[in-house]
């Protein structure tokens, strides 16, 4: 079974043009608790908790860390007081949503179920994210098994008859007239060897210009007859470049086979009235 690992981003939508216009820190609607050390400020009553703040400024961190890194105009105070309006423009929200009913509706309860059951899958899986170690050595023994990438052109001679691509091959290779008609040939565009299906790539990769593949191919219900028209090849990053794009496809994989492992292991039964169901 395939897995798609899930998004990890815990950031909240929560950037409001028109509060965001204001100049001054946002103030608390009410005085109540407002010495509260664990208090940021309440809205209509409400209290808000430091944590909130807090936890919303830190799920910022990392994306500011970021730009802090590149952008010398990044105002850190400014993005405190813009969390704070954010969290506060949120319960300000939040509260006229309820005074409207809307937390009754059905769709509303189904959404909010659903976004609870993303959460705390999201937080699993980082949970299992910061369990997966890649050693060094890992890392090196992937990359020294990488090669350069290569970038081909091909003419292509199909033809759904083996023999008749052997005769194909063996006449182009004498440099007679194959005798195929148009619609029997194909000039490729660049293709990258990774888009390319591994046993033709193993066979052409030894090619120079305008030799032909040693034996012809069979592919989507075609023998082929393959010609390489044109070929570049890149050089391999070196290993510092290459090293945190290794390291994160290698946790990608062993986190994919965690959550295999973990549907696999689950009691699954699907309703028979549902025809669309979750294929390997």
Same mark, same amino acid.
């Given at each position: 079974m395939k897995h798609t690992m899930l998004m990890l981003t815990l950031s909240l939508p929560l950037v409001f043009?028109?509060?965001?216009?204001?100049?001054?820190p946002v103030s608390a609607a009410s005085h109540d608790n407002i010495g509260d050390p664990d208090v940021f400020a309440t809205v209509n009553g409400t209290t808000l908790g430091t944590n909130l703040y807090h936890f919303l400024l830190g799920t910022r961190a990392a994306e500011h860390s970021e730009r802090l890194a590149y952008d010398d105009g990044f105002d850190a105070e400014m993005n405190r007081q813009q969390t704070a309006k954010d969290l506060v423009m949120t319960e300000v929200l939040a509260q006229q949503a309820t005074r409207l009913g809307m937390h009754e509706s059905e769709r509303v309860k189904v959404e909010m179920a659903m976004a609870e059951k993303t959460?705390?899958?999201?937080?699993?899986?980082? $949970?299992? /994210?910061?369990?997966?170690? #890649?050693?060094? !050595?890992?890392?090196?023994? &992937?990359?020294?098994?990488?090669?350069? $990438?290569? /970038?081909?052109?091909?003419? #292509?001679?199909? !033809?759904?008859?083996?023999? &008749?691509?052997?005769?194909l091959l063996n006449a182009l290779k004498a440099g007679n007239d194959?005798?195929?008609?148009?619609?029997?040939?194909?000039?490729?565009?660049?293709?990258?060897?990774?888009?390319?299906?591994?046993?033709?790539?193993?066979?052409?990769?030894?090619?120079?210009?305008?030799?032909?593949?040693?034996?012809?191919?069979?592919q989507d219900g075609y023998w082929k007859v393959v010609q390489v028209i044109d070929s570049q090849v890149m050089a391999k990053q070196s290993y510092e470049e290459a090293?945190?794009?290794?390291?994160?496809?290698?946790?990608?994989?062993?986190?994919?086979?965690?959550?295999?492992?973990?549907?696999?292991?689950?009691?699954?039964v699907f309703n028979d009235q549902y025809a669309v169901r979750p294929t390997n």
């Open positions: 043009s028109g509060l965001a216009q204001a100049d001054e959460l705390l899958a999201q937080l699993y899986v980082k $949970q299992l /994210m910061d369990t997966i170690a #890649i050693d060094e !050595t890992e890392i090196r023994r &992937h990359y020294d098994q990488q090669r350069e $990438q290569a /970038m081909y052109r091909f003419m #292509i001679w199909r !033809t759904p008859h083996q023999a &008749h691509a052997v005769e194959p005798g195929a008609s148009g619609e029997d040939m194909i000039e490729t565009p660049w293709l990258r060897d990774t888009d390319i299906a591994p046993e033709v790539n193993d066979l052409v990769r030894q090619l120079g210009v305008d030799e032909f593949a040693s034996e012809p191919v069979f090293r945190d794009i290794i390291r994160a496809e290698l946790v990608s994989l062993k986190l994919d086979e965690k959550l295999a492992e973990l549907a696999d292991n689950a009691a699954i």
